[in-house]
């Protein structure tokens, strides 16, 4: 049974920084790839960003590009989001998704697992 567990969510001021953790279990975690995704209330959801299995090849959402850092650490299962100069507008649950295709997707649709998401509030 695969299982993806975020932490690390809170309340920030805007330009403060959050680390957001995603732990995988069930799964062969070094050949997953990983994305973050977050919905803002009344949204859709959205991509974020996404490594490959390597850690070789990432993706960014233009609107995090230069602020937010996708890695992850195969000997530990786990995939990180650092994220730098908050924003209000990257107010959302964060949610974490893993596959096992060998593309990286930045769709929704190209991810087979979820977590159950971490909320991220950033003040004004």
């Known amino acids: 049974q695969v299982q993806l567990v975020e932490s690390g969510g809170g309340l920030v001021q805007a330009g403060g920084s959050l680390r957001l953790s995603c732990a995988a279990s069930?799964?062969?975690?070094?050949?997953?790839?990983m994305g973050w995704f977050r919905q803002a209330p009344g949204k859709e959801r959205e991509f974020v960003a996404a490594?490959?299995?390597?850690?070789?090849?990432?993706y960014y959402a233009g609107s995090v590009k230069g602020r937010f850092t996708i890695s992850r650490d195969n000997g530990k299962n786990t995939v990180y989001l650092q994220m730098n100069s908050l924003k209000p507008e990257d107010t959302a649950v964060y949610y974490c998704?893993?596959?096992?295709?060998?593309?990286?997707?930045?769709?929704?649709?190209?991810?087979?697992?979820w977590g159950q998401g971490t909320q991220v509030t950033v003040s004004s």
């Open positions: 490594i490959n299995w390597s850690g070789g090849i990432t």
């Open positions: 069930g799964l062969t975690f070094s050949r997953s790839n």
């Open positions: 998704a893993a596959d096992q295709t060998p593309v990286l997707s930045m769709q929704v649709a190209g991810y087979n697992y």
